[in-house]
C-alpha cells in the first residue's frame, strides 16, 4: 500500500554511503605522511587525519626556519570561482579591492556578513582575469551560492580534487629549483604560476604555484590534482634530500604563524557562522583586519555595518600582538588592566625562538589595547607537576609580526 | 483518620517527580496510582515473556538533569544510553544518516546535497539560538502578564532582559521562529526534500499538526531543548525501558519514605468550603489530605475529577477549550531476529537510533490531511527505534523489542469510537511500511501491541492519547498553559493543584511540571526548597 | 533634463497615495506606471465587448480613513456612505443562506436565536481586539535594533488598550492571538454557514487554511480595515475599484504630480550606496533626490537594482519572502443577471460567498499545498452590474469573483489546468445559482500566473508576499527593513509588500510618503 515507484539512487551517492567507517580519512598525500608518521600525533583539521606532529614538534618548528618543511594543506577548503563577473561577485563578497589583483597574484582577505562581523578569512588566488581560487578555512558554500545570486558566475568547491602543499623555510627555493619547477625564482612574494609536472605540460597535471605561506618565512604553496599529489610529493622530497626537507605537522607550523603574527579563524577569533552567543561576533576592526577594508570599491557585504560602527564608535574589540615578560607561554590566559580588571584573553603563545621573546596573540576590550595600553598584566596558570604555578606577568602591547625575515620577499630568492 | 499532608493523583513520571520533591520537603505524600503500577506513560511492561516494553514513551532527552540528582535517580537505576545514529529511509532504496561525529554528517548530508551538508552550521546556530533562550525557562513558573504582583512583574522583566540581550536580527528570528511552520523554517536553510523530512520529524511529533502548519518551528526546538549528560539535543534509550525512568522515581519516592498505592483509581476530588480536603477513590474510600495535586491532564481533571460548581465559569470555558488533541499511536512489536533494511549497511550505527520512512515534506504533510479527514494515515509517519541494539536487557538474547510511535492516529475514526477493526487496520499500515523497506519483516514478529490513542487514553488516563496532555501551539505555552490565569500550577479550587503536562513547560519525559508545581506549592506552605536544585547554568 | 523630488516607480493605488502625500508635502513627483493605465490591480477594465469589472480587487473595506483625509478623497469623488455597505451573504445548499448586514454582520439573519446572540458576542469580541491592533496600520513596524521613543509610546499604547481590555478580556486577547480560526469559531458558534465565511474571509488571500495556526490573524486584519468609520464595512463602488483609483489620481493631480504611463522602469540608478535615479526602458534617464518603489520589494530588490549592490543576507531574506498567491480571479460576462437560491435583490447586490464549512474550507486548502487546485474551490461573488448598471450592456450582467485555491506554482501547469479549473469553478456556481453556465458568454479566469503577468505582481500575490505571522510587522518585507527604508539610501518602499500589507487601503503608501517625510528624503 505504501510502495512508491522506486527510483535508482544515483550510483555516486550509493557509493559514498561507506564514508561512515572512514571517520577520518586522510588526504591525497596520507600514505607518505603515514610512513612518515612516527608520533602517530593526529589531530582532526575539517574532517581529515591530519598531523598534529610527526617526529618532534620542537625539531619540526625548526626544519621551518633553517631548512625546508613540507606540510600538506589539503584539508584547507577550497572554492573555484569563475565566470565573466567572477571578479564583481568577489569585489562584492570580500573586504579587498580584488580589481586591483592581478592574473598571477594571491592577497591575503577576508569576508563579513551584513552585521559586518567575519565569516572567515583566507586567500584569494586570481589564476586568469576570470578564474580564481577561494582557500579558507571554514565552509561557505551556501553563502557564496546566495551571494551569486545576479552574478553570472561558477562556485564550485575543490577541496577534494585539489590537493595542497606547503613548502617553507630558507632553503624551499633551492628545493623548486632543483625539482626542476624552471624560473620559479621569477616568483616574487604572492606571485603564482604553473608548472609543468608528471610529464605533461599543460592540462590537468599542472603544479599550481605560488608564493605564499603561513610562516613569515620565504616558502611557496603548491597545488595539484589529487591524483597527482603522490608524485608531487615525492618529486620535492627527492630534489630536497640535501637541503634539509622534512615534513612536519601542525604544531610546529603553528609556532612558526605566530611569529609571523597571522591570526587562525576559531583559534583567535569565532567565525560568524559558528558563534552561538553573540557577543563572540568580531568585525574586521576588531581582530586587526581593518587594514583590508576598501571603501573606494563601491558595495561589499558589510560595508553600511563597518561604516556605521566606525563612525558610531562602536568598535568594542581589539586585537593585539603581546610581548610578555619572562618565558612562561600566556596560552588562554587572562588579561588584566592593573592587575584587578580583568581585560581580555589570550589566543594563542609562546616562546618565541627567533625572536628570543614571549609573544602572544590577544583579545582585548576596547579601549584597552587601543587607547590604553600601559599597566597590562596576564595571568598565567602554569601546570607544573599537578599544582597551578599562578603568574601576573607584564605584557606590553607591540607590533605584528613579531619576526621580519628579509628572506620572505628577497629577490631573487636567496639560495641557502 | 490519617490525613496526608499531599495527595498526588496519578504515579507518571511528573505525579512522581512531584511526589519526590514534596516528601523531601518533610511532607507526608501519598501517590495514588490507578494502574497496577507506576509509571504513566513512561513503562516498561512485560507483555510477552521475556520482552519489556516501552509501550507509551520511549526515548529520553527532556528529563531535566537537575531533577535526575536532586532525585539520586541514578542510585535507584536510571541510566541512559545515547543514540548512535538514525536516518530517513529513501524511496530509491537509499538513506539520509544522521551521524554524531560532525564531519561524518556533513559528508551524509553532501551524498544529497554539498550545499545542505554546509548550510547545517547555521542551521544548527539558529537553532541553538533559540534553544538557550527558552531552556531556562523550562525550570521557572511563568508570569502572568495580567497581574501586577512583584513576583509576575520580575518574571515578566526577566522575560524582557533575555529578549533585549538578543541581538535585533535574533530577536526578529525569535518571533518569527514562534510563529513559522517547520516546512518554511527549513526552507530557508536547505532546497533537498529528504534533508528537510530528516529535521521536519521533530516538529510534528506528538502534535497534531502537519510540517506546514505554522507553529511547528516551536514544536521541533520543544525536541531540542533536551539532553544526554551534557550532549545537548542528544537523544538516549533508558536502560531498562522507559520504565526504568518511573521506577527510579517510586523507589527514590518510597526511599524518602513516601507512600504509593497501585489499583487506586480516584473517582473525585473532595472538596469542602472551596477548598480541596482529600480524594475518594472509585472503591468509595475516602483518603483525606491537607492539598491535592493531580498529574492528570487538565481536562480530566476539572471535567471528571471535580464537580462543576466548584469552578468559575470562565475557568470551565477554558478548560473545555484546552485542546488536547489525540494525533499518535505506537506499534510496539516483539521480534526473534534483528530486522534488516537492505538499504542500510549491517555495521551501519543507524540500527542504534531511530529510523524514519517518511522522505519528503509532502508525505508528512498528507499523512496529517488524513489525520485532519478522521482517518489514519495512510502512509503513516514512523518514528522507529529498537532499543535492543543498545539494551539487551530489555529482550531474551538475540532478540529484540522494537518500538515504532505512528502518526497521525485521530482520536475518533470518521467520527466514531476507534474498533478493534480499525485498530487492525492502522497495524497493518505500519507493518507494511516497515515490510517495503525490510522484506521478511513480518515473519520476525513475535508479539505486537497496538496502540490506538483509544487504548492510550483507556489504560495511561491520557485524553484522546495526546502525549504532551495538550497541543504545544502559542496558545496553549508559557502563561497561556494550561489556561489563562491558571498558568502557575495552581486551580481555582484552594489546595488543588496541577502538576502533569498540561501546565508549563508541556510534555514529553522532561519532568519540570512536576518539579515547578512543587516549587509553588512549598512556596504557598512557606516550606523551604534547599533540595531543589535551580536550573542549570546556560552559559 | 527635469529632476524631480521623487520619483515613485509604478502607480497602483501605494504609488499614486505615496506620490499624491509627498507632493502635498511640497515634493515635486513624478509616478512612473509600466502599464498604459495606473491603477494596477485596482483598476476597471473591460473584460468583454460592453463589460467592465474591478481587475482584481473588487471590493472597498480597508481604504485607510487617514489615506481618505489626507488627500480628500470625499471631495474628489470618492462615495463612501454607510447606505452603500453591502452585505454579505453565506450561501448554502442545505438551505436559505445566512446574511451579514451593514458593516460586517452588525444585523445577521437567516440565524437562530442562539446563533444570533454567539455571533452578537463573537462579532463584539473581534472587533475589539482587531481594535487593538489598527492603531499599528498607520505606523511604522516598532524597531527592534534600538526603540525609539516613538516607538515605546506606540508599543505602550497598544499595551494600554490591552490592559483596558480588562484581565479576563486581555487574558483571551493573549490566548487567541495566534490560534486558528477554525478552533476560535467552534468555540463560540455553531452554524456551518457563519463559520465558513469567517473562514473564509480569515484565509483569502493567504497560504492557509482555517485550521492553520494563526490563521486568525487574517480575520483580524480584515476587521482592522473600515470603510466609512464602520470597522469591517465593505462597498461596491460605483464605476468599479477604479473609481477609487480616479479620485486618488484627482488628489495627486491636484497636487502636482506628474505621471507617465506605458514607461517601464528599466532600473533604478544606484551611486555610491545612494539611489539618484531612475533609467526607463528607453534608455531615458531621471534623476530624483528619492526614489520609491511602490512595486514588488523582491523585483525591487532584483530588477531594479541589482543583489551587487546589497548585501548577501539582505538578498537571502528577500529570496525567502513567500508570495506565490493562492487565489484567482474569475471575470463572467453573463446574458442575464443569476440566481443565487434562496438570495434576494439586496443580497445579489452584495458579497455571496461559497464557503459552506471551516471544514469545506480546509479541504480546498489541501490540495494547494501540493500544487494542486481546488476541486470545489471556495470564493467570493459580486455582482457588480445589478447596482452600476454602466457595467455592462442592457439586461446583461458581471460576475466578479475572488476563487481560492488556485496555486501560483500549478504542479501540472496553468496552461492544462486552466480549463479543469474553471470547470471546477463553474460546476461550484451551478450547484449555487442553477442555468448559470448557459447565460455565460465570456469567462476570464485570472490564474496567480496570469496576475503576475499582467499586474506585474510576482507569484500573482495581492499581498506582494504572504501576510503571515512571521511575515507581518517587524518582519515586513523583511526583518530589519520593516520602515519602508531600504540598505539603499533613498530608496524607499511603498507597496503592499511592506507593514501593513495589502488590501486598497493605501496604507503602506501613506505610511512610507510620512516616513520620507520625517527623514527629509
Request: net charge neutral.
Amino acid at each position: 500500500m505504501n510502495q512508491q515507484p522506486a527510483i535508482a539512487p544515483s550510483t555516486a551517492r550509493a557509493a559514498a554511503q561507506s564514508h561512515f567507517r572512514t571517520l577520518r580519512p586522510g588526504t591525497p598525500f596520507q600514505p607518505r605522511i603515514d610512513a612518515l608518521a612516527r608520533t602517530n600525533d593526529w589531530y582532526n583539521w575539517a574532517g581529515y587525519r591530519a598531523p598534529h606532529s610527526l617526529w618532534d614538534e620542537e625539531l619540526e618548528y625548526f626544519a621551518i626556519r633553517s631548512q625546508a618543511a613540507l606540510f600538506d594543506i589539503s584539508p584547507m577548503t577550497k572554492y573555484r570561482v569563475e565566470g565573466p563577473d567572477a571578479e564583481a561577485f568577489l569585489n562584492r563578497i570580500t573586504l579587498r579591492d580584488v580589481a586591483k589583483l592581478k592574473p598571477g597574484r594571491v592577497h591575503y582577505t577576508a569576508w563579513c556578513d551584513d552585521e559586518g562581523f567575519v565569516l572567515d578569512d583566507g586567500t584569494l588566488f586570481r589564476l586568469s582575469p576570470t578564474r580564481f581560487r577561494l582557500c579558507s578555512q571554514e565552509r561557505h558554500l551556501p553563502w557564496l551560492l546566495d551571494s551569486a545570486i545576479g552574478f553570472e558566475v561558477i562556485v564550485e568547491e575543490e577541496t577534494e580534487a585539489v590537493a595542497g602543499l606547503a613548502l617553507q623555510g630558507p632553503t624551499s627555493f633551492a628545493v623548486l629549483r632543483d625539482a626542476g619547477f624552471a624560473d620559479v625564482e621569477r616568483l616574487k612574494i604572492f606571485d603564482i604560476a604553473e608548472f609543468p609536472h608528471d610529464g605533461s605540460s599543460q592540462g590537468t597535471s599542472r603544479v599550481t604555484i605560488s608564493r605564499t605561506g603561513f610562516t613569515g618565512d620565504l616558502g611557496y604553496e603548491l597545488f595539484v590534482p589529487a591524483e597527482h599529489a603522490l608524485s608531487l610529493w615525492d618529486r620535492l622530497m627527492l630534489a630536497g634530500e640535501l637541503r634539509g626537507i622534512r615534513a612536519i605537522g601542525y604544531a610546529a607550523l603553528n609556532r612558526a604563524r605566530l611569529e609571523a603574527g597571522l591570526i587562525v579563524a576559531n583559534a583567535d577569533f569565532v567565525t560568524a557562522v559558528h558563534a552561538v552567543r553573540p557577543n563572540r561576533l568580531r568585525m574586521p576592526d576588531e581582530i586587526g583586519l581593518g587594514f583590508m577594508i576598501d571603501f573606494d570599491k563601491g558595495h561589499f557585504n558589510g560595508r553600511r555595518a563597518i561604516v556605521s560602527a566606525r563612525a558610531k564608535k562602536r568598535l568594542r574589540h581589539v586585537l593585539v600582538g603581546l610581548e610578555i615578560e619572562g618565558n612562561i607561554p600566556a596560552e588562554h590566559a587572562m588579561v588584566y588592566y592593573r592587575k584587578s580588571q580583568e581585560v581580555g584573553l589570550v589566543s594563542a603563545a609562546m616562546w618565541s625562538p627567533m625572536a628570543k621573546r614571549n609573544i602572544a596573540i590577544a583579545s582585548l576590550a576596547r579601549p584597552f589595547g587601543d587607547t590604553i595600553v600601559d599597566d597590562l598584566w596576564v595571568e598565567i596558570y602554569a601546570m607544573r607537576e599537578l599544582q597551578y604555578q599562578k603568574l601576573m606577568k607584564r605584557a606590553k602591547v607591540v607590533p605584528r609580526p613579531f619576526i621580519k625575515l628579509d628572506r620572505r620577499t628577497a629577490n631573487p630568492p636567496a639560495d641557502f | 483518620m490519617k490525613s496526608w499532608d499531599a495527595i498526588v493523583i496519578g504515579g507518571g513520571h511528573n505525579g512522581l517527580v512531584n511526589a519526590c520533591y514534596l516528601q523531601r520537603a518533610g511532607l507526608d505524600v501519598l501517590v495514588v496510582e490507578k494502574n497496577g503500577w507506576v509509571g504513566g506513560a513512561a513503562t516498561s511492561r512485560e507483555l510477552t515473556p521475556g520482552f519489556l516494553y516501552s509501550n507509551c514513551s520511549y526515548v529520553c532527552s527532556l528529563f531535566r538533569p537537575e531533577i535526575m540528582r536532586d532525585l539520586e535517580l541514578p542510585r535507584f537505576g536510571l541510566q541512559v544510553i545515547a543514540y548512535e545514529g538514525g536516518a530517513v529511509f529513501t524511496r530509491d532504496g537509499d538513506y539520509l544518516a544522521n551521524y554524531r561525529d560532525h564531519d561524518a554528517h556533513r559528508r551524509e548530508f553532501a551524498r544529497f546535497s554539498r550545499r545542505d551538508a554546509e548550510a547545517y552550521d547555521r542551521y544548527a546556530r539558529d537553532v541553538t539560538r533559540q534553544c538557550r533562550f527558552i531552556q531556562p525557562l523550562l525550570m521557572r513558573t511563568a508570569p502572568d502578564p495580567t497581574s501586577f504582583r512583584p513576583r509576575d512583574l520580575g518574571e515578566l522583566l526577566y522575560l524582557g532582559k533575555k529578549f533585549a540581550g538578543l541581538s535585533a536580527e535574533e530577536m526578529a528570528l525569535t518571533l518569527r521562529f514562534w510563529t513559522m511552520s517547520i516546512s518554511d523554517f527549513l526552507d530557508e536553510y536547505f532546497e533537498t526534500d529528504v534533508v528537510k523530512a530528516n529535521f521536519a520529524l521533530s516538529g510534528i511529533i506528538g502534535t497534531a499538526l502537519g510540517p506546514m502548519s505554522p507553529g511547528t518551528a516551536y514544536v521541533l526546538l520543544h525536541h531540542y531543548m533536551g539532553e544526554v549528560d551534557g550532549s545537548v539535543g542528544a537523544w538516549g534509550y533508558a536502560r531498562g525501558g522507559m520504565g526504568a525512568v518511573t521506577q527510579a522515581l517510586a523507589a527514590s519516592f518510597e526511599a524518602s519514605g513516601g507512600t504509593i498505592r497501585t489499583g487506586a483509581e480516584v473517582d473525585h476530588v473532595t472538596i469542602r468550603r472551596g477548598k480541596a480536603r482529600g480524594v475518594v477513590l472509585a472503591s468509595g474510600e475516602e483518603i483525606h489530605g491537607k492539598l491535592v495535586v493531580s498529574n492528570a491532564d487538565v481536562k480530566r481533571t476539572f471535567l471528571k475529577l471535580v464537580e462543576e460548581r466548584e469552578l468559575p465559569d470562565i475557568f470551565l470555558r477554558r478548560v473545555r477549550n484546552f485542546r488536547i488533541r489525540g494525533s499518535s499511536g505506537k506499534v510496539n512489536i516483539a521480534l526473534d531476529s534483528l530486522p534488516e533494511f537492505p538499504a542500510l549497511p549491517k555495521d551501519s550505527p543507524v540500527y542504534r537510533g531511530d529510523m524514519h520512512f517518511t522522505d519528503s515534506m509532502e508525505r508528512m504533510e498528507r499523512a496529517y490531511d488524513d489525520w485532519k479527514a478522521g482517518r489514519w494515515s495512510a502512509d503513516p509517519f514512523l518514528d522507529m527505534v529498537i532499543p535492543t541494539t543498545l539494551d539487551p536487557t530489555m529482550a531474551p538474547s538475540g532478540k529484540h523489542f522494537m518500538s515504532c510511535f505512528v502518526q497521525y492516529a485521530p482520536p475518533k475514526v470518521n467520527g466514531g469510537d476507534w474498533t478493534d477493526a480499525d485498530r487492525d487496520g492502522f497495524a497493518e499500515s505500519v507493518i507494511a511500511q516497515i515490510s517495503d523497506y525490510s522484506p521478511g519483516f513480518r515473519n520476525r514478529i513475535v508479539h505486537m501491541e497496538v496502540r490506538t490513542p483509544r487504548e492510550i487514553e483507556a489504560e495511561v488516563g491520557l485524553t484522546e492519547g495526546n502525549i504532551f496532555q495538550g497541543e504545544l501551539t502559542f496558545d496553549q505555552l508559557l502563561f497561556n498553559r494550561p489556561v489563562p490565569g491558571y498558568a502557575q500550577y495552581r486551580s481555582p479550587v484552594a489546595g488543588l493543584y496541577m502538576c502533569g503536562s498540561s501546565t508549563h513547560p508541556g510534555g514529553g519525559v522532561m519532568g519540570a511540571p512536576g518539579r515547578n508545581a512543587a516549587a509553588e506549592i512549598l512556596s504557598d506552605l512557606a516550606k523551604p526548597t534547599k533540595h531543589m536544585s535551580p536550573a542549570h547554568d546556560v552559559i | 533634463m527635469t529632476s524631480f523630488d521623487a520619483i515613485v516607480v509604478g502607480g497602483g493605488h501605494n504609488g499614486l497615495v505615496s506620490a499624491a502625500v509627498l507632493a502635498k508635502s511640497g515634493r515635486n513627483v513624478l509616478v512612473l506606471e509600466a502599464a498604459g493605465d495606473v491603477g494596477g490591480a485596482a483598476r476597471t477594465e473591460e473584460f468583454a465587448p460592453g463589460f467592465r469589472v474591478s481587475s482584481i480587487a473588487h471590493l472597498l473595506n480597508r481604504l485607510h480613513p487617514d489615506v481618505v483625509t489626507t488627500l480628500e478623497l470625499e471631495k474628489h469623488g470618492l462615495q463612501i456612505a454607510r447606505s452603500a455597505f453591502v452585505p454579505s451573504v453565506a450561501l448554502s445548499t442545505d438551505g436559505p443562506p445566512l446574511v451579514l448586514h451593514g458593516a460586517y454582520g452588525e444585523v445577521l439573519t437567516g440565524a437562530s436565536p442562539t446563533g444570533q446572540t454567539a455571533w452578537k458576542d463573537l462579532r463584539a469580541q473581534l472587533l475589539r481586539y482587531a481594535g487593538i491592533l489598527k492603531p499599528l496600520l498607520a505606523r511604522r513596524p516598532p524597531d527592534l535594533s534600538g526603540m525609539s521613543l516613538l516607538d515605546t509610546a506606540s508599543l505602550g499604547q497598544t499595551a494600554l488598550a490591552l490592559k483596558k481590555l480588562g484581565k479576563e478580556d486581555m487574558r483571551d486577547f493573549l490566548r487567541v492571538l495566534l490560534m486558528n480560526v477554525a478552533d476560535l469559531l467552534d468555540e463560540q458558534l455553531s452554524d456551518d454557514r457563519l463559520k465558513g465565511l469567517l473562514a473564509f474571509d480569515a484565509t483569502l488571500g493567504s497560504h492557509l487554511g482555517p485550521r492553520s495556526p494563526t490563521s486568525l490573524l487574517g480575520l483580524y486584519y480584515r476587521l482592522a480595515g473600515e470603510s466609512g468609520g464602520a470597522a469591517g464595512a465593505q462597498i461596491l463602488p460605483k464605476g468599479g475599484m477604479g473609481a477609487v483609483i480616479s479620485a486618488i489620481c484627482v488628489a495627486a493631480e491636484k497636487a502636482g504630480v506628474t505621471s507617465r504611463t506605458n514607461t517601464p522602469a528599466a532600473r533604478i540608478i544606484v551611486e555610491k550606496g545612494r539611489a539618484v535615479g531612475v533609467a526607463l526602458a528607453s534608455g531615458e534617464e531621471i534623476r530624483a533626490r528619492t526614489i520609491v518603489s511602490a512595486i514588488n520589494p523582491a523585483t525591487t530588490v532584483f530588477d531594479l537594482v541589482g543583489p551587487l549592490e546589497f548585501d548577501t543576507g539582505f538578498i537571502r531574506k528577500v529570496k525567502n519572502i513567500r508570495m506565490n498567491g493562492d487565489a484567482a480571479k474569475l471575470n463572467l460576462a453573463l446574458d442575464r443577471p443569476p440566481q443565487f437560491a434562496g438570495v434576494d435583490a439586496a443580497g445579489h447586490k452584495g458579497r455571496l460567498v461559497i464557503a459552506p464549512s471551516p471544514d469545506h474550507v480546509e479541504r480546498a486548502f489541501n490540495p494547494s499545498k501540493y500544487g494542486e487546485f481546488s476541486p470545489e474551490p471556495v470564493m467570493e461573488i459580486t455582482l457588480p452590474s445589478l447596482a452600476d448598471s454602466s457595467l455592462a450592456p442592457d439586461g446583461a450582467c458581471v460576475l466578479s469573483a475572488v476563487v481560492q485555491y488556485a496555486p501560483y506554482a500549478l504542479r501540472e501547469g496553468w496552461a492544462s489546468g486552466r480549463g479543469k479549473f474553471l470547470n471546477a469553478i463553474m460546476a461550484q456556481l451551478e450547484t449555487y445559482a442553477p442555468g448559470i453556465g448557459k447565460t455565460v458568454r465570456h469567462a476570464e479566469l485570472l490564474t496567480p500566473a496570469d496576475i503576475e503577468a499582467r499586474y506585474r505582481m510576482p507569484g500573482g500575490h495581492w499581498h506582494h508576499g504572504e501576510l503571515q505571522a512571521d511575515q507581518m510587522l517587524m518582519s515586513r518585507p523583511v526583518a530589519g527593513w520593516s520602515g519602508y527604508d531600504t540598505p539603499i539610501d533613498g530608496l524607499f518602499l511603498a507597496g503592499a509588500g511592506s507593514h501593513p500589507g495589502g488590501g486598497v487601503s493605501g496604507a503602506p503608501g501613506l505610511n512610507a510618503a510620512r516616513r520620507i517625510i520625517a527623514m527629509k528624503g
